[in-house]
């Protein structure tokens, strides 16, 4: 079946422009994730969504980026006046529902963002 | 989150058993072990999960010590597939993010 998809793959975008990224998840998951992985790091935690609802945004870095998920499926981070520290693969993730013992999340393949 | 500690790389030779070591000496009674794997270009996968005994799926064996302050995974037979970072995270029963580390990155050669 259909996997957790994000567009664009790749970005690159000048220092200053603002950019969106998109994650579709899994038909029917509840939880949505996204992290942050610099080269050669292990991802980290940006925000999670359970249905619409943004839950937590403690790792957001900055009041530059914000996510949302209007719909309770699609969801978009946007990052506004890109910086070079920007730069990374932006992972998005989903899971069935987070209010079991466990759920397995679910990534997509990433979107590499490159601020020049 | 209790944090874990990994060695930065191993390398395995093609069909032959891996064992990848965690450390997490402040793990808690409600802190899962669960292991996630990167291969190169991809997001993280899935690989298994355990409380405190031992488990075995399609993937890998997860070992479990009895006092919980450590745990391998175990890959059976290693193959070039398998060449990836390995990530041994510890997660609350109530947590949801996952707090990945740096991980292991396992080359394996033919």
């Known amino acids: 079946g259909a996997g957790v998809s994000q567009s664009p793959r790749y970005k690159v975008a000048k220092r200053g422009q603002d950019v969106a990224l998109r994650c579709d998840p899994i038909?029917?998951?509840?939880?949505l994730f996204w992290y942050q992985q610099a080269l050669g790091q292990g991802p980290e935690f940006l925000t999670y969504?359970?249905?619409?609802?943004?839950?937590?945004k403690s790792g957001l870095p900055s009041d530059r980026f914000f996510a949302e998920r209007p719909e309770g499926s699609v969801s978009t981070l946007k990052i506004q006046r890109t910086q070079q520290e920007d730069s990374a693969v932006y992972l998005c993730?989903?899971?069935?529902?987070?209010?079991?013992?466990?759920?397995?999340?679910?990534f997509g393949p990433g979107t590499r963002l490159t601020v020049l | 989150d209790a944090k874990t500690t990994q060695p930065n790389s191993m390398e395995s030779n093609e069909e032959e058993p891996v064992h990848l070591p965690c450390n997490h000496s402040?793990?808690?009674?409600?802190?899962?072990i669960h292991w996630y794997r990167q291969l190169p270009s991809q997001g993280p996968e899935y690989v298994i999960h355990?409380?405190?005994s031992n488990v075995n799926n399609r993937m890998a064996s997860l070992a479990i010590a009895e006092d919980r302050k450590s745990s391998t995974l175990i890959l059976h037979r290693a193959t070039l597939r398998d060449a990836a970072v390995y990530y041994c995270?510890?997660?609350?029963?109530?947590?949801?993010?996952?707090?990945f580390g740096k991980g292991t990155s396992l080359l394996v050669t033919p």
């Open positions: 993730a989903s899971s069935l529902n987070t209010r079991t013992v466990y759920n397995e999340q679910f």
């Open positions: 038909s029917g998951h509840v939880s």
């Open positions: 969504f359970q249905n619409e609802a943004q839950l937590d």
């Open positions: 402040t793990i808690s009674g409600t802190d899962y």
């Open positions: 355990g409380l405190t």
């Open positions: 995270i510890l997660r609350d029963v109530a947590g949801y993010a996952l707090n």
